[in-house]
């Protein structure tokens, strides 16, 4: 038989606020000491009152607006109850029939594997909730079971959950849809997203069903995804095991499970609850919230410009690919890389000669400096090599300082040590020679230590002359002007002949 996959993704988001959602206490907890960013809110200490974040419902109204959602006049949240060692109160405070955004939609790229194009994927709804603490687990070295330690710093960090509709049909849609969201929140600013840091983190519920049918079949529910390629890899692995359960005649339960990175396996956690088993009800000590349609309206207009928008300048603006500007669009540090190197280098004055800037600056950043930062796992905005110098380093290219070759040598060396590259240049003499008389001894040395290539020319193979030049570069460690090498070879070459 053959059966159509279902997913649905929970993503949360932290938001990228000072305080936390329902106190005064710092939410930057990823370097501090263990239980150092606390206070009685945070903790769940008796007589504690909470006291709601602006600034997160805000980023949570801007998301929704940016997902096309509903932003309804009223809101409020609840109580969602269960016992955890990582719940401090014994609940968490959350939203459950009232979320703050309702019913909207992203668009992403279909897979192609399964005959889909562009496809609109629904947004159920955007929520705004506190973080729980975190669990550290130490193992106990003679084999026995060891213990666990809470860090409070984390709890209360605010929340943001968009949940999807059950509309995604494959992995690599789902890696679509998780994407060009995770890009969308960090356009909008309001999440830094690291999925490293556990800025960014994905549920997803998966079932298969028979092809054609309309009816959904018995979803699991996947934790534990850390990355993109484990999303998939989950997905992957979780629809074939239920498709192997239903063709050995047995059922799929309901239940959350693990993936397990190491085996590369999910892993039965425990029967999946329903909201009921949450017992929901209203925060009483939150007041509800009225939103006025000024603050939404004020809000809309504040949206800044998304990846889709600024691609779409990117190649109309200036010429570039729909592949190029796509990349550099992945991550706003990478467009606003992009954009701050190419303003230093464009004259306002010359449109191609712009263009022209625009895909040499994509051309360095998407090439070598990519390459570097790739090497380190490291994100553009935290490299070493800073927009204005990466321009620097194009305009010695561009008065003949350098060749393109000894660039890349300078941009190593610049991304190694983080000095500029006129210093680089000079420390390491690497300034291309235009010197015609240290160019033509180069070329002497070329011309009588290659027999067989002056031979081959003066048959007329007009290729050796190239191969000349490089010749001449090896001996020039690489710093002769190419024309100008190149120029010299042949007349050199040319003085040959009888």
Partial sequence: MQYETVIGLEVHVQ???????????????????????????????????????????????????????????FTKFDRKNYPYPDLMKGYQISQYDLPLALGGYLEINGDPGIGHDRRRIGVERVHLEEDVAKMQHFPDGDGGAGYSLVDVNRSGVPLMEVVS???????????????????????LGVSTANMQDGNF???????????????????????????????????????????????????????????????????????????????????????????????????????????PQRKARFMSDYGLSEYDSDLLTGSRAMADYFEAALSLRS????????????????????????????????????????????????????????????????????????????DVVEEKGLAQISDTGAIEAAVAEAIATNPKAVADYLDGKENAARFLMGQVMRITKGQAQPDLALRLVQEGLEAQKP
């Avoid at 905005?381 to 060749?403: E, F, K, Q, W, Y």
Wanted: hydrophobic share 35%; aromatic share 6%.
């Fill in 201 to 307: 983190r994905c549920d997803a519920n998966v079932s298969i069903r028979p092809m054609g049918s309309d009816t959904f079949g018995t979803r699991t529910e996947i934790k534990n995804m850390n990355s993109f390629r484990s999303v998939v890899q989950a997905l992957e692995y979780e629809v074939e095991r239920q498709r192997r359960v239903l063709k050995d005649g047995g059922q799929v339960v309901q239940e959350t499970r693990g993936w397990v990175e190491e085996r590369e396996v999910t892993v039965s956690q425990r029967s999946k609850e329903y909201a009921h088993d949450y017992r929901y009800f209203p925060e009483p000590d939150l007041p509800p919230l009225n939103i006025g349609r000024d603050w939404v309206a004020q809000l809309q207009t504040a949206l800044p410009e998304l990846a």
């Fill in 165 to 187: 509709k059950p509309d995604l049909r494959s992995p690599e849609e789902a890696r679509q849809y998780l994407t060009s969201l995770h890009s969308l929140v960090q356009f």
């Fill in 347 to 422: 004259s306002s004055r010359d449109p191609d000669a712009d263009q022209d800037s625009a895909k040499e600056v994509a051309n360095w950043i998407l090439g070598d400096l990519s390459r570097l930062l790739n090497q380190d796992h490291r994100d553009i905005a935290d490299s070493p090599v800073a927009p204005a110098g990466l321009s620097d380093l194009l305009s010695l290219i561009a008065d003949g300082t350098l060749s393109t070759s000894l660039a890349k040598t300078v941009l190593e060396e610049m991304y190694a040590t983080g000095g500029n590259a006129a």
């Fill in 15 to 73: 938001l990228d606020t000072r305080s936390k959602m329902f106190c005064a206490c710092p939410a930057d907890y990823q370097d501090a000491e263990p239980n150092t960013r606390t206070c009685p809110v945070c903790l769940g200490l008796p007589g504690a009152l909470p006291v709601i974040n602006r600034r997160a419902v805000e980023y949570t109204m801007m998301t929704g607006l940016a997902l096309h959602c509903d932003i309804p006049d």
